[in-house]
């Protein structure tokens, strides 16, 4: 099934460049994409980038779609509380949802149903929809808390995908140890992707 709608949370866990490679590279691809991005991930933003995000939602949507070109309407960002965006519902769900990167904190709320933001919900709402969820965790070492509750999602139906790059490609750059990760996430979205080879195959020119 074709994936053309995604929600994408970013969380205050570092690693945001993953988030935001992530959403260029889906705007490029054609696809819808729903942005929620915690407080502390418009914080860890500025100290890991020079992004500048600002901190209105509208500001944000204006300034992701500025900055990778996107189609009218192609990237909607959404509040930590604002509950009448479509991922707050079932019938408004998106095809799939990653959650990159994400905080250990996180984790646990998605992990124990507590919704009590917008990422939260839209995460319990992927899983109760049966939808894919892909949570991109970003923290190490875990402990058993953590662990546990990555078993608990996982039965779920989860993907759980810490953000742990490969060498094998020879990366020479941190932007490919980056798009190591993104390719994996967008493989399990079924998105084309030329950032990494398939096994076996040649790397891409």
């Not at 909607?76 to 250990?104: I, L, N």
Request: glycine share 8%.
């Amino acid at each position: 099934m074709k994936t053309h709608s995604v929600t994408l949370a970013m969380t205050g866990a570092s690693g945001v460049q993953y988030g935001l490679r992530l959403l260029e590279l889906l705007t490029q691809a054609g696809v819808q994409s729903r942005v929620l991005i915690s407080q502390p991930a418009q914080v860890v933003i500025g100290m890991e980038t020079d992004f500048g995000l600002p901190g209105r939602t509208a500001d944000q949507e204006r300034m992701l779609s500025e900055r990778f070109q996107a189609q009218p309407g192609q990237i909607r960002v959404y509040g930590r509380e604002q509950w009448t965006a479509p991922v707050a519902s079932g019938s408004g769900v998106s095809d799939a949802m990653v959650v990159c990167p994400c905080t250990t904190g996180t984790l646990s709320a998605i992990a124990c149903g507590n919704s009590r933001s917008l990422i939260e919900r839209a995460a319990d709402v992927s899983i109760k929809e049966r939808r894919p969820l892909i949570l991109v965790v970003r923290e190490t070492p875990f402990s058993s808390i953590h662990l546990e509750n990555m078993l608990r999602l996982s039965q779920a139906g989860v993907t759980i995908m810490p953000a742990n790059p490969g060498f094998y490609h020879r990366p020479t750059t941190i932007d490919e140890l980056v798009d190591f990760m993104v390719a994996r996430v967008l493989d399990h979205l079924q998105i084309e992707q030329q950032l990494l080879p398939t096994w076996g195959e040649a790397k891409p020119s």
